[in-house]
Nanobody, 128 residues
Framework: QVQLVESGGGKVQPGGSLRLSCAFS????????LGWFRQAPGKEREGVAC????????YYADSVKGRFTLFRDDAKNTVYLQMTSLKPEDTAVYYC?????????????????????WGQGTQVTVSS
């Protein structure tokens, strides 16, 4: 049974940092890709970053490139999204999701409908 659980959200000032965690079970990153999405109030859910099962690399949306970094701990079955230089526009509910598709650098722009499994989300608020 595939499960994903996000944690680590909270409130932070602009310019600050947060580290989100996605603890997963029921699959390995050798066979599943794992993506991070976010949804701000009144907006559609958008892709932020993903780890591809094709090559194990992390790929990022242009809006977060250079500020967000993916890390993985295979022993803990956990993927981390390290977020730095946070901006008010990063405020959203952040979700992790998984599917078996092999992504390349276009991964973060792929639609959420391609993902089969989702976590419950964690709120990130960037505000002074």
């Amino acid at each position: 049974q595939v499960q994903l659980v996000e944690s680590g959200g909270g409130k932070v000032q602009p310019g600050g940092s947060l580290r989100l965690s996605c603890a997963f079970s029921g699959f390995t990153l050798d066979y599943y890709s794992l993506g991070w999405f976010r949804q701000a109030p009144g907006k559609e859910r958008e892709g932020v970053a993903c780890i591809s099962n094709r090559d194990g690399n992390g790929y990022y949306a242009d809006s977060v490139k250079g500020r967000f970094t993916l890390f993985r701990d295979d022993a803990k079955n956990t993927v981390y999204l390290q977020m730095t230089s946070l901006k008010p526009e990063d405020t959203a509910v952040y979700y992790c999701a998984a599917n078996y598709l092999p992504y390349d650098s276009s991964g973060p722009s792929r639609p959420e409908s391609e993902y089969d499994y989702w976590g419950q989300g964690t709120q990130v608020t960037v505000s002074s």
